[in-house]
């Protein structure tokens, strides 16, 4: 595709279910990275892939998130028994390869609200 | 954790105007990269600059990099009211080349026509 893309645009859920976030980065590009951007912050960072590995998960804040990348194409977080705090706007990037010196293309993001 | 701290936290100015936005940082760096971001949605890139550079520039953008201060600041010449946006600086984490960013909170210009 053009870009980054994400789905869903919005997720609103309840407190204590299971979301599914997906992100389909651009072609070819082998790393991809999630980050999670609350109201008036910057992106947090959360874990990124290089290929079908993620190559550092440091950023996940708990063990209630967990992300995939079976194939080195689309990605999945996910989230388990979602909080009230989870509540954020989940942004997806990519770059041809890993590297501070790379490009990151950035999807439009999935709001999600836990209710 | 954030790395940096935009300076200032918002901005008002008339169209034609420049605009200028500083960014510090705590760490040290490989790469800054300066983003931005319309509507808290997606981000686009503007600019790198290495850390081994002291200016750049970009079309109406011009960065520059003090990494004894630890500071980068952004200048945008004869703004737009297009140029309304958030504008984010970012960082490698720890001086590290892996290209997992550390973002600062932002600067939120607004252009008035």
């Known amino acids: 595709g053009a870009g980054v893309s994400q789905t869903p645009s919005n997720k609103v859920t309840e407190k204590g279910k299971y979301v599914e976030l997906r992100c389909d980065p651009i072609?070819?590009?082998?790393?991809l990275y999630w980050y999670r951007q609350s109201l008036g912050q910057g992106p947090e960072f959360l874990i990124y892939?290089?290929?079908?590995?993620?190559?550092?998960d440091s950023g996940l804040p708990n063990d209630r998130f967990f992300a995939v990348r079976p194939e080195g194409s689309v990605s999945t977080l996910k989230i388990q028994r979602t909080e009230r705090g989870d509540s954020a706007v989940y942004l997806c990037?990519?770059?041809?390869?890993?590297?501070?010196?790379?490009?990151?293309?950035f999807g439009p993001g999935t709001r999600l609200l836990v209710l | 954790s954030q790395q940096g701290e935009e300076d200032p936290q918002a901005l008002s100015i008339q169209e034609g105007e420049n605009a200028t936005m500083n960014c510090s940082y705590k760490?040290?760096?490989?790469?800054l990269q300066w983003y931005r971001q319309n509507s808290g949605r997606g981000l686009v890139h503007l600019i790198l600059?290495?850390?081994?550079?002291r200016e750049k520039h970009s079309g109406r953008l011009r960065v520059t990099l003090d990494t004894s201060k630890k500071s980068s600041s952004l200048l945008i010449t004869a703004s737009r009211a297009a140029d309304t946006a958030s504008y984010f600086c970012?960082?490698?984490?720890?001086?590290?080349?892996?290209?997992?960013?550390?973002f600062g909170k932002g600067t939120k210009l607004s252009v008035k026509p």
């Open positions: 760490t040290s760096i490989n790469n």
């Open positions: 990037a990519s770059s041809p390869t890993a590297g501070s010196q790379e490009t990151q293309y």
């Open positions: 072609s070819g590009h082998t790393a």
């Open positions: 600059i290495r850390s081994n550079e």
């Open positions: 892939f290089q290929g079908t590995g993620a190559a550092d």
């Open positions: 970012a960082t490698d984490r720890n001086g590290g080349s892996q290209g997992n960013l550390i």
